[in-house]
């Protein structure tokens, strides 16, 4: 019975940063094991942890951090910045751009694709290997090794909401989440794009969020509320789902981050409040921690 207390205690997540709440609304989340980054939407801002929390960077005019990854070879901060449409305290355009920072917040590379609207919504990176969705029109494109393109791995029109995504452990195929659509597994090589229904045949709609840890995907729920933290396998011609720490439930959660032996978490991020144009936020946003074993479960 006391073990059993224990382990459950251990199941707590702690929060390991909080931002302050002048920052209304934060969407973004990353770290190199030592620095946690954050990406503050509505003030253009990138927050970073070491462990008090300071402004590392305003976004160039225009532009609204969401997603962020870090790049351990480059090493580079990389920033999904966008104008959406449909966004009370945003301004829209056309195009966004993904721009890469360095460790003092200054902006090394800003890319877009050569035509065409870019709304990037959410960018990964494995081994110097970087992906960025498109959260309005479902593409997801792959950076060229040079750094100086985005080629286009599902063209427009193919997705409907790019969401989050994560290479696999063989670096052959990406998969991603597409929030309407559901989860789905791009082929390198070939470029194909295959959906995955979950393991009642369904689409595994509603996820944002997603990292990988072994042969375990991790993703942020949050197509109704409250959110939860999903575990997503590979299964024969698709994937089974299920919950990482079960009865945890996250409040207005978007995405997640991996630094190899914790999974970073941003509940509270502010949105429904935004959304409704409430313009103070009482508490500050918490990032939270779940240390995660070589089995890649809960420690």
């Keep these: 019975m006391i073990l059993a207390m224990v382990a459950a205690v251990a199941l707590v997540p702690q929060t390991v940063a909080t931002i302050d709440p002048k920052h209304r609304l934060v969407e973004g989340v990353a770290s190199d094991g030592t620095t946690i980054w954050a990406s503050s939407l509505i003030d253009r801002q990138i ?6 929390c300071k402004t590392l960077a305003t976004m160039p005019d225009g532009l609204h951090p969401f997603a962020i990854a870090w790049d351990s070879k480059r090493k580079r901060l990389w920033v999904a910045g966008d104008c959406p449409p449909g966004v009370p305290f945003i301004k829209a355009c056309e195009r966004g751009a993904l721009l890469a920072l360095d460790n ?5 590379t800003r890319i877009a694709p050569a035509s065409g609207s870019f709304h990037p919504g959410d960018v990964s990176v ?5 992906f960025v969705s498109d959260s309005q029109n479902g593409a997801v494109y792959r950076l060229t090794p040079e750094g100086r393109a985005l080629v286009a791995l599902v063209p427009p029109g193919v997705g409907k ?3 989050g995504s994560a290479l696999d452990a063989d670096g052959k195929t990406l998969i991603v989440a597409d929030y309407s659509q559901g989860i789905a597994a791009i082929d390198l090589a070939s470029g194909t794009r295959t959906l995955l229904p979950r393991q009642d045949d369904k689409p595994l709609r509603g996820v944002d969020g997603l990292v990988r840890c072994g042969d375990t995907w991790l993703g942020i729920y949050n197509g ?10 590979m299964r024969e011609g698709g994937v089974e789902y299920g919950e990482l720490v079960e009865e945890l439930v996250l409040p207005d959660p978007t995405q997640i981050a991996f630094d190899g032996k914790r999974l970073l978490i941003v509940p509270n991020s ?3 409040k935004a959304m409704k144009g409430e313009a103070t936020r009482a508490e500050g946003a918490p990032i939270i921690a779940i240390p995660l074993g070589a089995d890649c479960k809960p420690i």
Excluded at 47 to 52: D, G, Q, S, T
């Design 47 to 52: 927050i970073a942890c070491k462990p008090e």
């Design 126 to 130: 494995a081994n110097g290997d970087l």
């Design 224 to 233: 109704a509320a409250p959110g939860h933290l999903l575990t997503i396998k």
């Design 270 to 272: 502010g949105w429904e």
């Design 161 to 163: 909401s790019g969401q």
């Design 104 to 108: 003092r917040g200054r902006v090394q």
